[in-house]
Nanobody
Framework: QVQLVESGGGLVQSGGSLRLSCAAS????????MGWYRQAPGKQRELVATVTSGKSTNYADSVKGRFTISRDSSNNTVNLQMNSLKPEDTAVYYCNADILGRTIFSRTRREYWGQGTQVTVSS
């Protein structure tokens, strides 16, 4: 079984910083893209940032210049450094990964999601 476990959420004042981490574990053969999404109350889940296995990154316009995504392929982790946080960044943040996993009889490539971590930015 493959799972993603997030950490690092919390409460911070406007202008502050937080760092989110996500670790993938289990029967993993390869990890392709990894990323972060977020969902605010009453809104749809939206992309925050992604990073490919080749370290190419993509950001939502709303976080460009403030957030930085990085990954460490040696330990299957992806991080999101969030600076200059704003109240509108308040949401549950979810880790996402495209993973080729191994079962006893086969290989399966699919998307996995973490359980989510709350980020709250006070004004």
């Amino acid at each position: 079984q493959v799972q993603l476990v997030e950490s690092g959420g919390g409460l911070v004042q406007s202008g502050g910083s937080l760092r989110l981490s996500c670790a993938a574990s289990g029967s993993i053969i390869n990890i392709y893209a990894m990323g972060w999404y977020r969902q605010a109350p009453g809104k749809q889940r939206e992309l925050v940032a992604t990073v490919t296995s080749g370290k190419s990154t993509n950001y939502a316009d709303s976080v460009k210049g403030r957030f930085t995504i990085s990954r460490d392929s040696s330990n299957n982790t992806v991080n999101l450094q969030m600076n200059s946080l704003k109240p509108e960044d308040t949401a549950v943040y979810y880790c996402n990964a495209d993973i080729l996993g191994r079962t006893i009889f086969s290989r399966t490539r699919r998307e996995y999601w973490g359980q989510g971590t709350q980020v709250t930015v006070s004004s």
